[in-house]
């Protein structure tokens, strides 16, 4: 409906985290809207090797939107990368989160969404071109699972950025986004019919 409403026919989609999930049901229900796909530090759901017990009592409240002091505490276990090894970044992260908390109820609800679903029984009927990009360094979403989507997907390739962590689209971006970028503008003519990975 999105694409629709702006008149665009076919684009590049690109899924973090959460997002990711929503990026790979819609490559599958609606494959002709989507030209290339990128899949960043995420996973594919039920099925999916889970975080650290630390990270995942951590994401299951979300209190670090409003507590600063909870977020510096539990950055590193929860995120990993810049964030969690550098107080600045920190800091930034904290002050940018707190301009916009979600709501308790929008949160849990998001929560209840992952749950039951899997991307994994249609993996192998994603047609696109697919980066799948991870940092080794994610507490949340171990790289086991960046691994797994990179190898079911037909036409993926794996991207694994040394000590990044879940959060490298903001605390990394610069670094991130080179790669992202050398991905979308390769052009549909190059094929990515062989999974390869890289780490970088």
Not at 36 to 56: E, H, I
Not at 79 to 86: I, V
Not at 100 to 107: D, E, K, V
Not at 143 to 172: C, K, M, Q, Y
Request: with cysteine; hydrophobic share 40%; aromatic share 10%.
């Amino acid at each position: 409906a999105v694409l629709d409403d702006v008149g665009v026919e076919c684009t590049d989609v690109v899924g973090y985290s959460y997002g990711g999930a929503v990026a790979q049901q819609l490559a599958f229900e609606y494959p002709d809207r989507v030209c290339r796909l990128v899949l960043a530090a995420t996973n594919f759901g039920m099925g999916s090797v889970p975080g650290s017990y630390a990270a995942m009592a951590c994401l299951a409240t979300p209190l670090r939107y409003y507590s600063p002091t909870y977020f510096d505490r539990n950055a590193a276990a929860l995120y990993g990368g810049m964030t969690g090894r550098d107080l600045s970044m920190r800091r930034r992260m904290m002050a940018e989160r707190r301009l916009h908390p979600p709501s308790a109820y929008g949160y849990q609800m998001q929560l209840l969404g992952t749950l039951g679903w899997s991307s994994f029984p249609f993996l192998s009927r994603i047609p696109h071109d697919t980066l799948v990009i991870c940092g080794d360094d994610d507490p949340l979403i171990p790289v086991v699972n960046a691994e797994t989507l990179a190898r079911r997907i037909p036409r993926a390739r794996l991207e694994i950025v040394r000590r990044s962590g879940h959060l490298f689209l903001w605390d990394e971006a610069k670094r991130v986004s080179v790669r992202i970028a050398r991905f979308l503008d390769a052009g549909a003519g190059a094929s990515l019919a062989d999974p390869v990975a890289q780490t970088v």
